[in-house]
């Protein structure tokens, strides 16, 4: 099997049951769904699952580790003469439109983090990991340090900041919205400064 076909297979397979999770509990409420239910749902077995995911919740949310070199990678392959703050934008505008496309299966994932509080807590841990992923490719994209510069943190956490804004605003919205508008209307908010705000 050639890498490209098996890593296509794992893929698939983190796809499904991820679905299969995230259905389950939309159906039954996070309390009514094991392991064993969402692996049988996606036709395989529960040792299977666990090559995957760690937890039901990271299964649910879909939480994937390569998610986080994805970003970092996505920001390092920007133009080198384009600003931070623009490649930070122009890398969560892609992203939005990437997420939009999954007309189905986004506005599930929101509904049902909303529908069921006990997740927030791994979800934070996660943008936490994701903050610090993005810090990191921030300080060496500007040549600063991530443990004692405050730019790197500062500019992760604001995009962070910017992104889950936008969600939120889109599941507010029915989902009709234009997530990519609403990333843009956040980054414009900031660029125009808080001293522009009303008072």
Do not use: C
């Not at 234009?178 to 908010?189: H, K, T």
């Amino acid at each position: 099997m050639t890498t490209g076909l098996r890593e296509r297979k794992k893929a698939a397979t983190r796809s499904a049951l991820h679905e299969a999770a995230l259905r389950l509990v939309a159906e039954r409420g996070l309390d009514g769904v094991s392991v064993d239910d969402i692996a049988a749902r996606a036709d395989v077995s529960p040792r299977t699952f666990f090559n995957y995911f760690a937890t039901k919740d990271d299964a649910v949310l879909g939480l994937d580790p390569a998610e986080l070199r994805r970003t970092a990678q996505a920001l390092a392959g920007r133009p080198a003469d384009e600003s931070t703050v623009a490649a930070l934008r122009a890398v969560q505008r892609e992203q939005a439109e990437e997420m939009a496309r999954e007309t189905e299966l986004w506005p599930l994932r929101l509904q049902v983090i909303e529908a069921n509080p006990d997740l927030v807590g791994r979800l934070v841990t996660h943008f936490g990991e994701a903050d610090r992923a993005l810090a990191t490719a921030v300080a060496e994209r500007t040549g600063t340090d991530v443990d004692t510069d405050t730019l790197p943190t500062l500019l992760a956490l604001t995009s962070g900041a910017v992104m889950r804004t936008a969600l939120h605003r889109w599941l507010t919205s029915g989902f009709t919205d234009s997530l990519p508008r609403l990333v843009d209307e956040a980054w414009d908010v900031l660029a125009r400064g808080l001293a522009a705000l009303p008072h």
